[in-house]
């Protein structure tokens, strides 16, 4: 199957819908998201979970050389490790950190009453929306086996900062705006 869209309008696209999202949502819903997002980003995606799983199997030899003056013997780490979901395992914790990243926003902060709060809330969604495409990014690409594959290729978000810092500027300067427009004078009693 093969889409007749260039990597650069899809990225945009998205981007477009995460703007959109975060215009919705308002800023104090779309930071609850991106920290969430975050920590999925840095848990789940296979570099960053590989070096925390070797920075903490290596906690209790320095805790050893720390209190006994010698090392322990490191326990040898597995390259890959496998789940019991297989390969959709991964993007299924990812999925499911960043809808509970969502609904824990949605919980704890009402609607944005005001422009500027709506205004706000498009830059933690850009930012989120980048981490969340790269994290498929990455793991796109790696498909193999009986998968459904698309011939477009997945766009690096790395190549996009610049804009992404142009469209989180120019959010901000919106939604100060917004902050200073003068409301109309309520009548008088």
């Known amino acids: 199957m093969s889409l007749p869209f260039t990597e650069q309008q899809c990225f945009f ?8 999202i975060g215009f919705q949502r308002g800023w104090r819903r ?16 296979a570099d ?7 920075f903490l199997a290596r906690l209790p030899s320095v805790f050893a050389y720390l209190l006994g003056g010698s090392a322990a ?10 789940t019991f979901l297989g390969p959709w395992g991964p993007l299924l914790l990812f999925a499911a950190i960043v ?41 796109l690409p790696k498909s193999q086996g ?4 698309v011939a477009v ?14 469209i989180a500027i120019v959010a901000l300067i ?5 902050a200073r427009a003068k409301k109309p004078p309520a009548g008088k009693k």
């Open 153 to 166: 290729q997945a766009p690096d978000p790395t190549n996009y900062v610049p804009v992404i810092f142009v």
């Open 30 to 45: 779309e930071l609850v998201t991106l920290v969430f997002v975050l920590l999925a980003f840095f848990l789940i995606h």
């Open 99 to 139: 809808a509970l990243g969502y609904y824990i926003g949605n919980r704890a902060f009402g609607r944005p009453a005001t422009p500027q709060e709506r205004f706000t809330g498009i830059v933690p969604a850009i930012i989120y929306g980048a981490f969340i495409l790269a994290y498929l990014s990455s793991i």
């Open 174 to 178: 919106v939604a100060l705006v917004a």
């Open 73 to 82: 013997p490191q326990a040898a780490t597995a390259d890959q490790v496998t």
């Open 146 to 149: 009986n998968l459904v594959t």
């Open 13 to 20: 696209v998205a981007i477009l819908a995460f703007a959109v």
């Open 48 to 54: 960053s979970s590989r070096s925390l799983g070797q």
